[in-house]
């Protein structure tokens, strides 16, 4: 299973890209708002330089001309840039497009299988299907991943799945049970990925029995 870091901030990719956790990054324009800086094609291009592996960054347009011209523009920054394209029906003439292309395309803000349907059959490299922004409304994310991951068997797509809007650790877990390809994490969920209170305290009472040992005679 990859994971992507669902950040813009350098920092943090760095870090988690040290330990082997990041296979890739995926941002958005509230990511980049977030990361504060203005030069946004200069900083894809430091976090592709980082990450060696896919970056998706997001157009802004929101007519499938501007989205193709926007996209052409981003994947031309970087050989690892992948194209983020709103799941509209101008976004999905921008898919077929710059797919076309050849430019690998993340097709975002996908709430439904007939959504991931469309975006596969217009070529897009992948899917993010967003599962918390779905269980806020009181639906089932990880039962859209489940549902997409069953239809793209069924048909052979090649298309992968991106989980995204990951929101705590059980949705990692039950992505993978799930068989999706790529989950894309936030950097606070990935710390909180490698927790486990057992793990402090038992190494809280090896480092106590340490100290005994050192501290008694003979
Ligand atoms: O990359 C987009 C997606 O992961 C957003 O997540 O937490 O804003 O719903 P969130």
């Not at 894809?44 to 060696?52: G, K, N, P």
């Not at 998706?56 to 926007?70: I, K, R």
């Not at 269980?135 to 991951?149: A, C, N, P, T, W």
């Not at 992505?175 to 790529?182: K, R």
Request: proline share 4%; glycine share 10%.
């Amino acid at each position: 299973m990859k994971f992507f870091i669902d950040t813009a901030d350098l920092d943090d990719i760095k870090e988690i890209k040290a330990m082997g956790m990041c296979d890739g990054v995926t941002t958005n324009p509230s990511l980049m708002a977030k990361a504060g800086r203005k030069d946004t094609d200069a900083l894809l291009r430091e976090i592709c330089a980082v990450v060696q592996g896919p970056v998706s960054g997001e157009v802004t347009a929101l007519d499938a001309e501007g989205m193709v011209a926007e996209g052409e523009r981003l994947a031309g920054l970087d050989p690892h840039m992948v194209v983020k394209i709103p799941t509209t029906y101008e976004g999905l003439k921008a898919i077929a497009a710059l797919s076309g292309k050849g430019i690998r395309v993340n097709a975002t803000l996908v709430f439904s299988v007939n959504q991931a349907l469309l975006v596969a059959k217009a070529g897009a490299a992948y899917v993010s299907p967003f599962v918390g922004r779905l269980d806020d409304v009181g639906e089932d994310g990880m039962q859209l991943i489940s549902d997409i991951v069953e239809v793209y068997q069924n048909y052979e797509y090649d298309t992968e799945v991106i989980v995204a809007s990951v929101r705590h650790p059980m949705h990692v877990v039950d992505s993978a049970l799930l068989g999706a390809d790529i989950a894309t994490i936030p950097p606070q969920v990935i710390r909180k990925l490698v927790a486990h209170p057992l793990t402090d305290k038992g190494l809280a009472a090896f480092m106590a029995d340490w100290d005994k040992l050192q501290g008694g005679q003979g």
